[in-house]
């Protein structure tokens, strides 16, 4: 018979895992921007992430949960740089 050590911590970091994409589920909030206005977005990509740390940064110690706050803040980034592109090309706001 033999032992296998770790367990314990695979097990609490998949939990916490599972606590963060289920926090990130669904809305994390809404921003507002000027398309037009460099410093706008970026105040709006501060304020998804600091939205994305509020529902999940406890976890940032567990590398598989911060990799999945990293994606989720990248894509969010993202997004808002593509809308803000859209609405400016559709001479719109965000």
């Known amino acids: ?4 050590n770790g367990l314990d911590k695979i097990t609490k970091e998949l939990d916490q895992l599972q ?5 990130l589920d669904g809305e994390i909030g809404m921003v507002k921007f000027d398309p037009s206005d460099p410093a706008s977005i970026e105040s709006a990509i501060n304020d998804v ?23 989720m803040k990248d894509t969010y980034r993202q997004a ?9 090309a559709a001479g719109g706001n965000a």
Not at 19 to 23: L, N, P
Not at 49 to 71: T, V, W
Not at 80 to 88: G, N, Q, S, T, V
Request: hydrophobic residues 45%; charged residues 25%.
């Open 1 to 4: 018979m033999f032992k296998i």
């Open 19 to 23: 606590r963060v994409i289920g926090g």
């Open 49 to 71: 992430e600091n939205l994305i740390d509020q529902k999940a940064g406890h976890y940032s110690s567990n590398s598989m949960a911060a990799s999945i706050i990293e994606q």
């Open 80 to 88: 808002i740089l593509d809308k803000a592109a859209e609405a400016r």
